[in-house]
Structures are given as C-alpha cells and as structure tokens.
Nanobody, 126 residues
C-alpha cells in the first residue's frame, strides 16, 4: 500500500494561484493512478482531477476545467495540482488518493481509491 501526504495549501486571494503537492511513500508509485478530491464544510466530497499511472491521460471535474492542471513526477513520487484563477467556491480541504493501475472504475469514483492523504486546506478570500 502507498501512503500519501498533501502540502501546499493556504490562503489566497480570488484570482490567485496555488500548487498542491501529493507525495507518496511505500508501494510502487508509478503503478498508481492519483486523484484529487475536495470537501467543504457541509458539502459532499467532490472530484477535482486525476492522472493515470502512465501519465498519458488526465481527467478533471467540470468546475475546475480550464483552471487546474494535474501532473506527476514519478522520480520524486509526487503528483501536483496547479490551481489557477481561484474562486471562493474552491475553498475546501483537498485530498489526494491513490488506486492501483489495474483499476477500471471511473476516475471520479472516490470508492475506487484505496489510499488517502490527510488533506490540505485551501481558502480563497473574496
């Protein structure tokens, strides 16, 4: 199994940018697809982005398309989420999650991910 730790969250003004990092240990990182999810108080968990284990395919939730970009650096065991043009509605706790390369479920299916980080808080001021 792989263990995940998120970092890079913080307070940013509307229209600003942040880059989140998800660093993994254990397992074989290159054989895991990685997803980002977020959850705000009183709201359900929302799919943000995912990247295939091979790095050739990426997926985004409708609310972040065109603003966020996911990438990975397998040599550093790290996946990044570049967040641009941030809005107050992006305020949430952001989690990264891992699932094995052989998983065939939709990337937005949270239940298909079996390892989760503890989250990093992103707050966008209005």
């Amino acid at each position: 199994q792989v263990q995940l730790v998120e970092s890079g969250g913080g307070l940013v003004q509307t229209g600003g940018s942040l880059r989140l990092s998800c660093t993994a240990s254990g397992g074989t990182f290159s054989r895991y697809s990685i997803g980002w999810f977020r959850q705000a108080p009183g709201m359900v968990r929302e799919f943000v982005a995912a990247i295939k284990w091979s790095g050739g395919s990426t997926f985004y939730g409708d609310s972040v398309k065109g603003r966020f970009a996911i990438s990975r650096d397998n040599a550093m065991n790290t996946v990044y989420l570049q967040m641009n043009s941030l809005k107050p509605e992006d305020t949430a706790n952001y989690y990264c999650a891992a699932r094995p390369a052989y998983s065939s479920d939709y990337y937005f299916t949270a239940a298909s991910y079996d390892s989760w980080g503890q989250g990093t808080q992103v707050t966008v001021s209005s």
